[in-house]
């Protein structure tokens, strides 16, 4: 269950990133998918589990994907702009 807080967490950061590498199409996507994460996750938490396949278990695991995806653009462009501030120190 922690493990799937944190990834929660993480997800939950991932529309500021796409701002940040100005996708704002991702973001929004993002924002909706994260809407349904949530719900999904009190109605695990609170109720019983939905049906797999349902809206909202789509939309919790394509919100966790997006998310991975977010933070893998995230670092590749941190490692890319890294790179350029070390060759102009040299």
């Keep these: 269950m922690g493990i799937i807080l944190m990834f929660m967490l993480l997800a939950s ?8 590498l100005k996708k704002t199409v991702f973001a929004l996507v993002q924002t ?11 109605e695990v938490v609170f109720q019983a589990a939905p049906a797999a396949f349902s809206i909202p278990w789509i939309m919790f695991y394509a919100s966790l994907f997006v998310a991975e995806v977010g933070w893998v653009m995230f670092i590749i462009r941190l490692i890319k702009t890294s790179s350029t501030v070390q060759e102009s120190f040299q």
């Design 13 to 20: 950061v991932t529309p500021f990133l796409f701002l940040q």
């Design 32 to 42: 909706i998918l994260l809407v349904g994460m949530w719900l999904y996750f009190f």
